[in-house]
C-alpha cells in the first residue's frame, strides 16, 4: 500500500488541515432527521471576556467526545454554540480599558460605551472561536448564538414580562450584596466568602433614662452609626423589664428602643445585638418586623454617607478605626477580643461585599423551585455523580428571592419605562406613550438584567424559543450538559426552573458534572499564583490531541485533576505511538482492496480480535456512564499494550514470511484492528485518527472518520481459548524478560531459557517457540514437561503451572552477581531510611504539602517492593 504518512507526526500541519476538511465537508451540522434517535447538547456559553482557561479546554474536551460518540452511533446530533455576554465582567475589562486612557465609562456616555463593549465582543468572540476551532470542537457553527443577539433579547423580554404578569417578578427596597467596586449589586450565589482573622468589638450603650447600660457586640463598629434598636429575646429574664425603654446610641447621641424578637440567641455574648436594617440582612428582617428605620451610613462608593456626621467621605475601613478610637476615648468600649468569621467578597472583582439597602427587581423563587425539586427527585433528571444531586436539592430547598438587576450598562435592559405621572409601564415592545396619561416622555430603566437570567434560557432560547421552530421540537430537550460542579446553582438549577416554566419540560435528561482542573501541585490555577497553564501553547508544542487525551485521561467524574507536565509527554508520546504503529502497517499492508477477515485465523489473529472485541464493549459501556477518563484507559491500554506492542510485534514474522497465504491473513487482521480501533479513538483524539484512517481506507470523496459507524460487539470474535492460551504465552514472555533485567543482562546478549510445563500446554510451548524467543530478547527456549528433571543454578520464576528457569552457567559470575545485589540492597535499605525517619516525623506529616508527603509514602512502597524482590533474589542466588 502507497504510504502518505511523514516519518514524524507534525500535529500543527495535520490539525489545520483536518478541521478545514470537517468544516468545509459540513459535518458538524445537525440534519435534523425525522424521525431520528436525537442526541443534542448546548455548549455552556464561555464569556466573551478574553482567551479560554483550561477548565474550558476540558469542559470542551468532554463534550466534544460525548458528540463525536453519539454521531458515531448513528444519532441525529446536534451540538449548539455560543458566548455569553458576561455583564459584570465584560464590563470590567473595557472599564480597565478606558482607565488606561484616563476615560471612565461616564465620560464617554451609555451609547459610546457600549459601542466600545461590542467592539470588544466582536474582538474576543473572534479569538474564542479560533481557540475552540484549535481544541477540534465539533459544534454545528451555523446554529451558533449569543446571549444578547436578537433572538436570546426577544426570549428574556418575553420571559420577564411575563413573569411581571404573574407577579413572580417584583420592584422593591431590599437588602442585597453590593459590591463598591463593580458598582451594582450581585445576587447570593456570586458572593465567595472567604475566613478572615478579624476583632469583636464589645461596646456600652448607656441607659436613656434609666440606670446602667446595655453591652452589644459587632465585628464592624462602623455600622452602629446606623443602628436602630438594641434587641434582646423576649424570654430572656435578664432584660425582660428593659424591653420598651431606650439607650442612648453612642457618637450620635440619639435614643433608640430596646426591643424583643426570637431571633436574638440569648447564649451569644451579652444576649444583646445592635440592630442595624440599612447593613444586614437579619437586622433588616428584624426591622422590617418591628417598622424601625432604614438608615443608610455607607454608600454604593463604599464610603461613609453624610448622615454620619463627621465621619462622612471617609473610607468604611478608615471609619472603623476612627469609630473605634472614639469609642475608648469615651471609655465605652469594654474588650476587643480576636474573632475570625467568614467575609463576603465579589467573585468578580474581589472586593468585600457591602450589605446594603437598595431599589432592585427580584424573581420570587419559591413558586418556581416547587418542581424543579419534584422532578430530581422523581428521577427525571440524574446528577452524575449522584451525590450532586444533594448539592442541587440543599439550594433549591432553601432558595430566597433572586436580586436580578444590575447597575451597568452592558446587559439586556430592563424592559420597564417611567413617565413623570408616575406610572410604571412593563412591556414586550417599547412603548411609545404612558398609558395612563398618553404623554410620550418616558424613561427606561437604567439597570440591566443579571446574566444568569439570559443564562437560564440557554436551552431553548438559542433554539428559536419563543418561536415553535422546528430546531425547538427537534432537538429540545438536549440530551446532558457538561458543566463544571461550580456553577450548579449559578447555572445549572435556574435553567431546570425557566425550562420547567416555560417549555412545560425538563431542559436535559442529564447533568455529567466535573471538576476544576488544578496545577500539579493541586493548587487552583489563577493569575495570582502566575501557575495557569494556557491551552493554546500546549496545543502549539505538542498539538490538541494531546491536550484531549491528557484531560480526558486524568478526568473522573465530579473530581478535580491535577495538570502535570509528564502527563502531556506520556500522552505525546501516545500519539506518536500510533503514528508509527499506523506507518507501519501501511507499509506491509500490500495494495489489496479486499481486506475483510480471512478465513484460516492462528491463536494470534483469534486473540487480538477477542481482545479488540472485549475493548469495544468496555469502551461503549463506559461512554454510556459518562466514565470517560476510564474509556480512553481501556482504548489506550489495547491500542499500545495488545496491539502495538504484543500484535504487531507477533505479526513480522508472517509478514516477513513467504508463506503468501499466512501474510496476507496477517495483513488483513491488522487492517481490520486498526480500522476498528481508529473508530474507538477518534472521539477522543479526532485529528491523528481521521487523518490516518483517509489513508488507511484510502476513501472515496465525501468518506470522514467523523461520519464512520460506531464499532459494535461481535460474539462471533470472542475466543476464550485464545485469550487463556496468549495471557500464559505473553506472562512467560514477561517472566523471561524480568529474569533477565534482574541481572543486568541487555537485549543483545543471548541466554538459554528452560521452560517445564504440564503435557496439557506441551503443544501450545511447542507451537510459539520461535515467538518466545524473539520476543523476550532470549537465546534458544527448550521446552520440558515437568516431569524432566530440573535445571541447576539457574534463576527461576513462576506462571501459573509453568516453570521458567534461567540457566546462570556461563552466562554471569556468580560472586559478582551476589555482590552486586548486596551493594544494590544496602542502597535500597539507606534510601528506606531516610523515607522511615520522614515519615516518622510529626512535624514534617503536619507542614509539607500533601503532594509532597504522598510522593515519600509512595517512595517506601517503592523501596518495600524493591528490598524484598532483592532479598528474594539474593536468598535464591546463594543457595545455587
Known amino acids: 500500500m502507497s504510504i502518505n504518512l511523514p516519518s514524524v507526526y507534525k500535529p500543527a500541519e495535520v490539525e489545520k488541515k483536518i478541521y478545514r476538511f470537517w468544516l468545509d465537508g459540513g459535518f458538524f451540522r445537525a440534519p435534523l432527521e425525522k424521525g431520528a434517535n436525537v442526541f443534542s447538547m448546548v455548549i455552556p456559553p464561555p464569556n466573551v471576556t478574553g482567551k479560554l482557561h483550561m477548565g474550558h479546554a476540558l469542559n470542551s474536551t468532554i463534550q466534544d467526545v460525548l458528540v463525536r460518540w453519539r454521531r458515531m452511533q448513528g444519532f441525529d446530533t446536534l451540538w449548539l454554540p455560543g458566548t455569553d455576554h458576561a455583564g459584570i465582567a465584560t464590563q470590567n475589562k473595557v472599564e480597565e480599558h478606558l482607565a488606561h486612557e484616563g476615560l471612565s465609562r461616564y465620560d464617554i456616555g451609555r451609547e459610546k460605551f457600549l459601542e466600545k463593549a461590542w467592539q470588544w465582543k466582536e474582538d474576543y468572540h473572534a479569538r ?92 464592624r463598629v462602623e455600622t452602629m452609626l446606623g443602628d436602630t434598636a438594641v434587641a434582646v429575646h423576649p424570654e430572656d429574664k435578664r432584660y425582660r423589664d428593659l424591653v420598651g425603654k431606650e439607650v442612648l446610641l453612642p457618637l450620635v447621641n440619639k435614643k433608640i428602643p430596646i426591643i424583643a424578637d426570637e431571633y436574638v440567641d440569648p447564649a451569644f455574648g451579652s444576649g444583646a445585638v445592635k440592630i442595624t436594617p440599612a447593613h444586614d440582612p437579619n437586622d433588616f428582617e428584624i426591622g422590617q418586623r418591628h417598622g424601625l428605620e432604614v438608615i443608610s451610613v455607607i454608600g454604593g462608593d463604599g464610603k461613609m454617607t453624610p448622615e454620619t456626621g463627621k465621619y462622612a467621605g471617609m473610607d468604611r475601613y478608615e471609619a472603623r478605626q476612627q469609630v473605634l478610637k472614639d469609642l475608648q476615648e469615651l471609655s465605652l468600649v469594654e474588650k476587643i477580643e480576636d474573632y475570625e468569621h467568614a467575609v463576603g467578597h465579589c467573585q468578580r472583582c474581589g472586593t468585600e461585599i457591602e450589605p446594603l439597602v437598595s431599589l432592585q427587581w427580584f424573581v420570587k423563587m419559591k413558586p418556581l423551585a416547587r418542581e424543579a425539586i419534584e422532578k430530581v427527585k422523581e428521577g427525571d433528571i440524574s446528577f452524575v455523580p449522584e451525590r450532586f444531586t444533594k448539592v442541587y436539592l440543599n439550594w433549591m430547598e432553601n432558595i430566597r428571592d433572586w436580586c436580578i438587576s444590575r447597575q451597568i450598562w452592558w446587559g439586556h435592559r430592563i424592559p420597564a419605562w417611567y413617565c413623570s405621572c408616575g406610572e410604571m409601564i412593563v412591556s414586550r415592545e417599547t412603548p411609545d406613550k404612558c398609558p395612563a396619561c398618553g404623554g410620550n416622555t418616558l424613561t427606561q430603566d437604567l439597570d440591566v438584567l443579571d446574566t444568569w437570567f439570559s443564562s437560564a434560557l440557554w436551552p431553548f432560547s438559542t433554539m428559536g424559543w419563543p418561536e415553535k421552530t422546528p430546531d425547538l421540537e427537534h432537538y429540545f430537550p438536549t440530551s446532558v450538559l457538561v458543566t463544571a460542579y461550580d456553577i450548579l446553582t449559578f447555572w445549572v438549577a435556574r435553567m431546570i426552573f425557566m425550562s420547567l416554566d416555560f417549555m412545560q419540560d425538563i431542559p436535559f435528561s442529564d447533568v455529567c458534572v466535573h471538576g476544576l482542573v488544578r496545577d500539579a501541585q493541586g493548587r487552583k490555577m489563577s493569575k495570582s499564583l502566575g501557575n495557569g497553564v494556557d491551552p493554546l501553547e500546549v496545543i502549539g508544542e505538542f498539538g490538541a490531541d494531546t491536550l484531549r487525551f491528557t484531560l480526558i485521561t486524568g478526568q473522573a467524574p465530579g473530581n478535580d485533576q491535577r495538570f502535570r507536565s509528564d502527563s502531556v509527554e506520556a500522552s505525546r508520546n501516545f500519539a506518536n505511538k500510533i503514528w508509527n504503529a499506523s506507518r507501519f502497517l501501511l507499509m506491509n499492508l500490500g495494495e489489496e482492496k479486499d481486506l475483510g477477515l480471512p478465513e484460516g485465523l492462528n491463536r494470534h489473529d483469534r486473540w487480538i480480535l477477542d481482545s479488540f472485541n472485549a475493548s469495544v464493549e468496555k469502551t461503549t459501556a463506559l461512554l454510556e456512564k459518562y466514565e470517560l477518563g476510564e474509556a480512553a484507559h481501556v482504548v489506550y491500554d489495547f491500542l499500545w499494550g495488545d496491539f502495538c506492542d504484543w500484535y504487531i510485534e507477533l505479526s513480522k514474522l508472517p509478514l516477513y514470511s513467504d508463506n503468501i497465504i499466512e501474510k496476507q491473513g496477517t495483513q488483513k487482521v491488522l487492517y481490520y484492528v486498526l480500522e476498528g480501533t481508529l473508530r474507538l479513538l477518534h472521539p477522543f483524539m479526532p485529528f491523528i485518527s481521521e487523518e490516518i484512517w483517509q489513508q488507511l481506507v484510502r476513501v472515496e470523496k465525501g468518506q470522514a472518520l467523523i461520519r464512520a459507524a460506531w464499532p459494535l460487539p461481535d460474539e462471533k470474535l470472542i475466543d476464550e481459548r485464545a485469550r487463556c492460551e496468549m495471557e500464559l504465552v505473553m506472562g512467560t514472555i514477561r517472566s523471561i524478560r524480568n529474569l533477565r533485567s534482574e541481572i543486568g543482562l541487555p537485549p543483545g546478549k543471548k541466554s538459554p531459557i528452560v521452560i517445564r510445563v504440564p503435557e496439557k500446554h506441551l503443544a501450545l510451548f511447542a507451537d510459539e517457540k520461535s515467538y518466545m524467543e524473539r520476543l523476550s530478547w532470549s537465546g534458544p527456549v527448550s521446552i520440558i514437561e515437568n516431569t524432566e528433571e530440573k535445571p541447576s543454578s539457574s534463576l527461576t520464576a513462576l506462571v501459573d503451572e509453568v516453570e521458567i528457569y534461567l540457566p546462570l552457567e556461563g552466562v554471569i559470575d556468580l560472586a559478582q552477581e551476589i555482590n552486586r545485589l548486596e551493594k544494590e540492597l544496602k542502597d535500597v535499605e539507606k534510601e528506606m531510611q531516610k523515607v522511615e525517619a520522614k515519615l516518622g516525623n510529626e512535624k514534617f506529616l503536619q507542614r509539607a504539602p500533601a503532594e509532597i508527603v504522598q510522593k515519600e509514602k509512595a517512595k517506601k512502597e517503592e523501596y518495600d517492593l524493591r528490598r524484598s524482590k532483592l532479598g528474594f533474589r539474593l536468598g535464591e542466588l546463594k543457595s545455587l
Open 128 to 219: 474564542i472561536l479560533e481557540q475552540l476551532y484549535k481544541l477540534g470542537v465539533s459544534c454545528d457553527w451555523s446554529r451558533e448564538r449569543f446571549t444578547l443577539d436578537e433572538g436570546c433579547s426577544r426570549a428574556v423580554r418575553e420571559v420577564f414580562v411575563s413573569l411581571y404578569e404573574r407577579g413572580l417578578i417584583y420592584r422593591g427596597d431590599y437588602m442585597v450584596n453590593w459590591c463598591p467596586r463593580c458598582h451594582t449589586a450581585i445576587s447570593d450565589i456570586e458572593v465567595e466568602h472567604e475566613d478572615k482573622p478579624s476583632t469583636i468589638t464589645h461596646i456600652r450603650y448607656p441607659g436613656a433614662g434609666w440606670e446602667g447600660s446595655i453591652s452589644v457586640a459587632t465585628t
